[in-house]
């Protein structure tokens, strides 16, 4: 793949690439992954692989657009407060590229093969471009505002379901603790109107899931900018919905998703209202 032509290449040029050769460098590291560091506790860890690829890809992006601004996980402090933080000191950035380097950590630490790599490229605060890279599978999801959404040259499209009961949904289960129980009371609520559930481990992946129509809808709570960034656009794209669990349209700073194929989203909201499982404050 040629990666370090600079000068010519668009900015979806660079992401795929970027998140290709990111991908590629981590699976080469399953199974020996070194330093094992505990961010805020033992559901919330981090690799030398996770802060190589943040490197890595940063590299890159940097070299193609010195100009643009980067957000990466790795490079912000754990927390909400923090991550907060970061996000509004790029309010007045034009270009923003907003990184995770590794979604899906304890899925690699353990050898579960359901990670990927996240990243976006935000003009004036709104995702243009978003790739999420599975290299477990070799997939790579691209997503361009106003272009559709594409997995190996194919254009993909959110699922059909227009019931809840017909539907496939996914969540994950919140690192923070403290906002686990409104996750398992939403869990109690939606498994037995759903089809089933999954929870595999990457918000990034299982957003691409929704857009190429393998999973009907997708919650979570607690997540930071770089989980969604490049799903969204994925999920809009091909023709879903995504919005936070109040129903507010997507934003950089939603933290508690909600994504599906458009049809059920009303329903699917209205389910995880009535337990008061929406989230935490
Ligand atoms: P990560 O693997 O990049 O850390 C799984 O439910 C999702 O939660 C993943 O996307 C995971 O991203 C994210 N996640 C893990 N720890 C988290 C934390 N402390 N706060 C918020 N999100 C977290
Ligand atoms: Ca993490
Ligand atoms: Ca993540
Ligand atoms: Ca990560």
Redesign the pocket.
């Known amino acids: 793949r040629e990666v370090y032509t600079v000068g010519s290449k668009s900015f979806t040029a660079v992401a795929v690439n970027t998140a290709a050769k990111a991908g590629e460098w981590i699976k080469s590291k399953l199974g020996s992954h070194t330093k094992l560091a505990m ?3 033992s ?4 690799t030398e692989v ?1 802060k190589g690829s943040e490197a890595l890809i940063r590299n890159l992006i940097m070299t193609h657009f010195p100009h643009h601004s980067f957000l990466g ?1 790795e490079g912000v402090e ?1 927390g ?1 407060e923090a991550s907060a933080e970061a996000l509004e000191a790029h309010r007045d950035t034009e270009y923003l590229w907003i990184v ?1 380097p ?7 630490i353990h050898g579960f093969p359901f ?1 990927s790599v996240s990243i976006a490229l935000a003009y004036k605060g709104e995702p243009i471009v978003g790739v999420v890279y599975d290299p477990s599978r070799d997939e790579l999801f691209v997503a361009e505002k106003g272009k559709g959404a594409y997995l190996r040259g194919q254009r993909i499209e959110v699922s059909g379901e227009t019931r809840l009961s017909d539907s496939l949904i996914g969540t ?5 603790r403290s906002a686990l129980p409104v996750n398992l009371t939403g869990l109690q609520a939606i498994t037995p109107q759903v089809r089933n559930v999954r ?1 595999a ?4 992946l299982h957003l691409a899931y929704v857009a190429a129509g393998r999973l009907s809808g997708f919650w ?1 709570i ?3 900018a ?2 969604m960034a490049a799903g969204a656009l994925l999920v809009q794209e091909a023709g879903g919905k995504i919005t936070d669990t109040y129903g507010t349209p997507y934003s950089l700073s939603v933290r508690n998703v909600l994504a599906s194929n458009g049809k059920i989203h009303d329903e699917f909201r209205e389910t995880l209202k009535q337990a008061d499982a929406l989230g935490y404050s």
């Not at 590794?102 to 690699?108: A, E, H, K, S, Y």
């Not at 481990?201 to 990034?204: E, I, L, P, Q, V």
């Open positions: 961010k805020t506790s559901h919330d860890l981090v996770d996980e754990p909400a995770d590794i979604d899906g950590t304890t899925n690699f990670f994950g289960f919140p690192a923070d929870t481990g990457s918000a990034a979570e607690g997540l930071n770089w989980d």
